[in-house]
């Protein structure tokens, strides 16, 4: 049997214990309802849909990852964000009659609900907890993409991207609280997010903020330090 087909078979939904989730959010009651209206399926691996296509509906994630990116004419990736439990994927796309600017693909084992266009609708029409969650959750989608416009507008180099980067996910982890953070993602994740080629370009950027005494890093992960200090580098960095 496939591996990874194996391991979604083993995955179970956190549905009611997701706090993300504009579906889990909403009251018992309409919960039970919108469970045995959109069931859950599994999926191993493979494209959800393609940038360009036209939206049909919307996918909740109740389990695994799945990767956001997009591409240009000359083959290059650029990693948007890795999606997670709880999110809603193509909702605001389906919402502005517009092509999916993305590309879905699942890279970890998922348990997936899909909303076709006309029942996601009705339900933002009866169940008003879920279109105030979405709300929410869209809100905070529109925070990233103004985070992601700041880093390629204003950064100059590479390495004030990185900066960015990481202070935005220490952000997200810690909601400006004092503290460390440790990220599992790779150089290569890294290297899709911030727009350059190399891994190996990954590797000098990561030993330079080291070197500035912001990050550490030990066996693939890093430990954020000094969040603000990140902040101050991306901001002053002259390459």
Known sequence: MNAKKSEARELTPACRACARCPICRVSDEEWEKIDALIPVYRRARG????EG????????ICAGQIKQWYGDERGRRFLWRTSGAGEVLGAITLLAG??????????APCLLRFIPRRVFFTLLEEHRGVERFLLEQTAQRLYEVLGLLRAFTLSRTAVERLAWLLYRLWVE????????????????EMAERIGVEAVETVSRLLRRLVEAGVIERERGV???RDAHGLRRLCEREEG
């Open 53 to 60: 296509e036209r939206p049909q509906g919307v996918y909740v």
């Open 173 to 188: 982890e810690r909601g400006w609280e004092v503290g460390e953070v440790r990220l599992e993602m790779s150089r290569q």
């Open 47 to 50: 494209v959800l849909f393609r």
């Open 98 to 107: 517009q092509s999916y600017p993305t590309t879905a693909e699942v890279v």
């Open 222 to 224: 890093t430990l954020i």
